[in-house]
T-cell receptor, first 112, second 115 residues
Framework: QKEVEQNSGPLSVPEGAIASLNCTYSDRGSQSFFWYRQYSGKSPELIMFIYSNGDKEDGRFTAQLNKASQYVSLLIRDSQPSDSATYLCAVNRYNQGGKLIFGQGTELSVKP | ETGVTQSPTHLIKTRGQQVTLRCSSQSGHNTVSWYQQALGQGPQFIFQYYREEENGRGNFPPRFSGLQFPNYSSELNVNALELDDSALYLC??????????????FGEGSRLTVL
């Protein structure tokens, strides 16, 4: 079992719709959770992080964390073609600085 | 765009050769992490350097080694290259003082092809 699992996609949504990206993790010692976006041929960039159970909103993005179910998700409201990218879920165990464990990423395609 | 710069951007090597990749961290960041990203996969943690010392290592063999210099720049060295070493190598800088553990600033990467 991989430590961090994501559906590889591609996930295709129409412009203006809500995109829902999911991630599960296996280590209950995981402390913090991150969503990175990676455009094709580019490096990952941080979108959001979440530490506590519940929802965290930032503009069109909402991260949701359920530690009991070992599940973290990212919702993108009013999806735009510019949101088309690979979204990487990452987990930091025991708050070990820059030592993140990444999932394989979910490719999102937003169709105009 | 982050202030993390990597060189070279692309390189081709043959099996058995050695390679050195370089990274200049973002101003004010004292921690550098290296990741390997194979095609279609997420980045995998190789190791991290903090104040010129290795501060954690992922599941990579000893032929992957690194250095961090007093100015916080860093090198990744890979000896005895294998075909499976073909990947994008990402350097990420961070600062213990940011308060956001895990917020990494990635460079654009060095794409290594091993033939």
């Amino acid at each position: 079992q991989k430590e961090v699992e994501q559906n590889s996609g591609p996930l295709s949504v129409p412009e203006g719709a809500i995109a829902s990206l999911n991630c599960t993790y296996s280590d209950r010692g995981s402390q913090s959770f991150f969503w990175y976006r990676q455009y094709s041929g580019k490096s990952p960039e941080l979108i959001m992080f979440i530490y506590s159970n519940g929802d965290k909103e930032d503009g069109r993005f909402t991260a949701q964390l359920n530690k009991a179910s070992q599940y973290v998700s990212l919702l993108i409201r009013d999806s735009q073609p510019s949101d088309s990218a690979t979204y990487l879920c990452a987990v930091n165990r025991y708050n070990q600085g820059g030592k993140l464990i990444f999932g394989q990423g979910t490719e999102l395609s937003v169709k105009p | 765009e982050t202030g993390v710069t990597q060189s070279p951007t692309h390189l081709i090597k043959t099996r058995g050769q050695q390679v050195t990749l370089r990274c200049s961290s973002q101003s004010g960041h004292n921690t550098v992490s290296w990741y390997q990203q194979a095609l279609g996969q997420g980045p995998q943690f190789i190791f991290q350097y903090y104040r010129e010392e290795e501060n954690g290592r992922g599941n990579f063999p000893p032929r992957f080694s690194g250095l961090q210099f007093p100015n916080y720049s860093s090198e990744l060295n890979v000896n005895a290259l294998e075909l499976d070493d073909s990947a994008l190598y990402l350097c990420a800088s961070s600062s213990a003082s940011t308060g956001v553990s895990g917020e990494l600033f990635f460079g654009e990467g060095s794409r290594l092809t091993v033939l």
